[in-house]
């Protein structure tokens, strides 16, 4: 079993950046692939960005060249940079742990532990 706590969201102006954190516990977590989404109003949960043990990453065409999703292993923790946001980048975003495909973009459906999720609002 995995838990996983989000933070870092807020309230930015469009070009800013922020950084998301998320704070794992539990076994395995090293081993596991480990990947960010977002759902916005009225819209279903996105995946963002994948990084599996190994540190091989991958992005949706949405965010890439934009975001970028690290770990420390030291530290049990999953991160994702966001920089020259967007107001369309609003919404709730999660962190996800042991996904059962490698596939671009991540897909919830093959994800199996989840955060509870941080706001982030990108104002105009």
């Known amino acids: 079993q995995v838990q996983l706590v989000e933070s870092g969201g807020g309230s930015v102006q469009a070009g800013g950046s922020l950084r998301l954190s998320c704070a794992a516990s539990?076994?395995?977590?090293?081993?596991?692939?480990m990947g960010w989404f977002r759902q916005r109003p009225s819209k279903g949960r996105e995946g963002l960005a994948m990084l599996d043990h190994n540190g091989d990453t991958i992005y949706a065409s949405s965010v890439k060249g934009r975001f970028i999703i690290s770990r420390d292993d030291a530290k049990n923790t999953l991160f994702l940079q966001m920089n020259s946001l967007k107001p369309e980048d609003t919404g709730v975003y999660y962190c996800?742990?042991?996904?059962?495909?490698?596939?671009?973009?991540?897909?919830?459906?093959?994800?199996?532990?989840w955060g509870q999720g941080t706001q982030v609002t990108v104002a105009s």
């Open positions: 539990g076994y395995g977590y090293n081993e596991y692939c």
């Open positions: 996800a742990a042991q996904c059962a495909r490698w596939r671009i973009p991540p897909q919830p459906e093959d994800f199996t532990y």
